[in-house]
């Protein structure tokens, strides 16, 4: 009896962990309204070995992806603007359970294509590690960008339903100018309900 009592508080313990976990992964941070600023940066979000060379995305789309995302970096450098690639690590152990359950252990802290894509590796100006989908969480972002005067982004990568589409909530929860270049992302589910929370949001779309 003890034991059966005992055994069903542990199991409800754990399942709320992984749940605070689940939970972390897909929040949204609401982070501190940004002051005018003048700069942009083009955002380049799990352009990493995991998800680009090994994910559920089809050689032409990352060919046509990437078509893109070479040309927007292109243009920012040209323009003068900051190349950020931000990539997951999922390290806080209530993600790295969920990760170890239900994404095939992708992406866990120290783990094997965790690293930008070869094809992207010499690009960046910048490169910051990501604990959830959000890639403001840590607030490394943040510090980034007020120290690059930055108020406008442009964001490319995956996947346009979970990482590409919560940081480009959170950056509008901070007041920044957000676009996401469509042909610069993929996804490897329909996106029409992404979108539509992020035009709701005020996210621009080209």
Same mark, same amino acid.
């Given at each position: 009896m003890i034991f059966g009592i005992i055994l069903a508080i542990v199991v409800t313990l754990l399942l709320l962990w992984l749940g605070n976990g689940v939970r $972390?992964?897909? +929040?949204? #941070?609401a982070g501190e309204r940004i002051s005018n600023r003048n700069g942009s940066a083009l955002l380049l979000i799990d352009l990493q070995s995991v998800f680009w /060379? $090994?994910?559920p995305y089809s050689n032409a789309a990352k060919e046509a992806a990437a078509r893109v995302?070479? #040309? /927007?970096? /292109?243009t920012a450098r040209a323009q003068g603007h900051p190349v950020i690639a931000v990539r997951q690590e999922w390290s806080i152990p209530s993600t790295k359970a969920v990760a170890k359950l239900s994404m095939k252990g992708q992406a866990i802290e120290g783990s094997d294509g965790t690293e930008i894509a070869e094809v992207f590796t010499s690009l960046p100006d910048h490169v910051l590690v990501k604990r959830v989908q959000d890639a403001f969480e840590t607030g490394e972002l943040d510090a980034l960008l007020q120290r690059c005067d930055v108020g406008r982004l442009r964001l490319v990568g995956l996947d346009m339903n979970y990482c590409v589409q919560k940081t480009a909530l959170a950056a509008r929860n901070r007041g920044f100018d957000v676009t %996401? %270049?469509? /042909?610069?992302?993929? +996804?490897a589910a329909p996106t029409e309900s992404a979108k539509k929370q992020m035009s709701s949001a005020g996210v621009a779309f080209c």
């Open positions: $972390r992964i897909g +929040a949204v #941070s /060379e $090994r994910g995302i070479f #040309s /927007e970096i /292109e %996401v %270049v469509k /042909e610069g992302t993929l +996804a």
